[in-house]
């Protein structure tokens, strides 16, 4: 019997990190896009960068003054054809960042970009896109590593609760 609660206890702390480990995953799906954004710079400014080909999200310094922004630019050779996305999501790790649009790069290449607008001291990058799809990945990821997680810890309470009764039954002595 000891041997059963014994290994009850050790799934539970398995389960324990395990949930701990989905937490963290879900962590770095957020904080990704956040931490691979280009160099900021001032609107007005032209921001210089080197991406790869495929989907690239613009950010602005928060303002309710999105719809009056105006970024234009250049991805290589084509004109920078910005386009507003419903399910492309705002930044929050490291720093807050309104998602002003998307661009597709078709190739890897140099992008030229300047945003302006009327919103003082305001800054933009240029970084990964983060979409609903990422949230949503993000949130069950993190949902099911809690449960997880809790499961594990009632495990191993389980156990530990289960040992100390035992004990109690037997006088102090160990379980056999």
């Given at each position: 019997?000891?041997?059963?609660r014994?290994?009850?206890?050790?799934?539970?702390?398995?389960?324990?990190?395990?949930?701990?480990?989905?937490?963290?995953?879900?962590?770095?799906?957020?904080?990704?896009?956040?931490?691979?954004?280009?160099?900021?710079?001032?609107?007005?400014?032209?921001?210089?960068?080197?991406?790869?080909?495929?989907?690239?999200?613009?950010?602005?310094?928060?303002?309710?003054?999105?719809?009056?922004?105006?970024?234009?630019?250049?991805?290589?050779?084509?004109?920078?054809g910005?386009?507003?996305?419903?399910?492309?999501?705002?930044?929050w790790?490291?720093?807050?960042?309104?998602?002003?649009?998307?661009f597709?790069?078709?190739?890897?290449?140099?992008?030229?970009?300047?945003?302006?607008?009327?919103?003082?001291?305001?800054t933009?990058?240029?970084?990964?896109?983060?979409s609903?799809?990422?949230?949503?990945?993000?949130?069950?990821?993190?949902?099911?590593?809690?449960?997880?997680?809790?499961?594990?810890?009632?495990?191993?309470?389980?156990?530990?609760?289960?040992?100390?009764?035992?004990?109690?039954?037997?006088?102090?002595?160990?379980?056999s």
């Amino acid at each position: 019997m000891t041997k059963n609660r014994s290994a009850i206890g050790s799934l539970g702390w398995v389960a324990v990190c395990l949930g701990i480990i989905g937490m963290l995953g879900a962590l770095a799906i957020l904080a990704a896009p956040g931490l691979s954004t280009a160099t900021p710079v001032a609107f007005g400014e032209r921001l210089t960068v080197d991406v790869s080909a495929g989907d690239h999200a613009v950010y602005v310094t928060p303002s309710d003054e999105w719809d009056s922004i105006t970024c234009t630019g250049r991805v290589g050779d084509d004109e920078l054809g910005l386009r507003p996305s419903m399910i492309q999501q705002d930044l929050w790790i490291p720093a807050r960042w309104d998602a002003q649009g998307s661009f597709d790069a078709r190739a890897a290449g140099i992008v030229v970009l300047t945003c302006d607008g009327p919103v003082e001291s305001a800054t933009f990058t240029i970084g990964p896109v983060l979409s609903f799809g990422h949230l949503a990945a993000a949130t069950l990821i993190g949902i099911a590593s809690l449960m997880v997680a809790l499961t594990g810890i009632a495990l191993a309470f389980s156990a530990a609760v289960t040992r100390r009764r035992a004990r109690t039954i037997n006088g102090g002595e160990p379980c056999s």
